[in-house]
């Protein structure tokens, strides 16, 4: 074993796919990538999610206490790493990155056209966002796109890198 930089262990626990977080406050939709989530309920479906004090989403998350988590797959790549690299306070996204927002049924932000799944939030947990930046999603309606039967994912690994959903596996489980 070698020491490695506690600075480095987020590049080995990532906890899934790069998605794309959507707000809409005061008539100005957004996009902002994001991999810093999780599952933490099946039913109803709640996900806990890290949004920075930074990030201009922020402010329209905390003051509507709504989003759509868009899932896109690896042919958005680049797409992705550019939404990343900007700050919807200087531009709007979605026009300058070539990203078709959709209205969705549930919330004002809206869907991401491209991705392959969308899922529609309300907040409902927020005595962790002042400490940890971290608010807790219910997904109140989701959307597949069946043209896109097989996906493959991004996930951050830090510093431009990714790695892309590969092989699967099916192992027995008494899991339902």
Known sequence: MKDL?????YQLIEPGPVVLLTTSHRGHANVMAMSWHMMVEFTPPLIACIVSQGDFSFAALRATRECVIAIPAVDLAEKVVKVGNCSG???DKFATIGL????AARVAAPLVNECFANLECRVVETRLV??????????VKAWRDPA?????TIHHHGYGTFAVDGDTLKLPSRMP
């Open 100 to 103: 078709t927002p959709r209205p």
């Open 148 to 152: 896109q039967a097989a996906p493959r």
């Open 5 to 9: 930089p506690l600075a480095e262990v």
């Open 130 to 139: 002042n400490r940890f930046n971290l608010f807790v999603l219910e997904v």
């Open 89 to 91: 306070r200087d531009v």
